[in-house]
């Protein structure tokens, strides 16, 4: 489990904390809830590919304290 911050949307690239670059995409239960995730959220939980490191999976974004999601 990985985390970083969405630099671009659709497709979601996401610098990780370790100073990798991914390609990911939204979990089939992020996507089920309509979770919406702009450019500045936190991802906390991403899944890497075995198969290919640049292409992950989101798991779970950080909630904004601020925000009414």
Known sequence: MHGGLISESLP??????????????ASGRIRSTFI??????????SEVSAYDSTRGRI??????KDSND
Do not use: A, C, T
């Open 36 to 45: 919406r995730m702009p450019p500045w959220d936190r991802v906390n939980k």
């Open 12 to 25: 979601f690239r996401i610098p990780l904390d370790n100073e990798d670059l991914i390609l990911g995409y």
């Open 59 to 64: 798991i779970y974004r950080l909630r904004n």
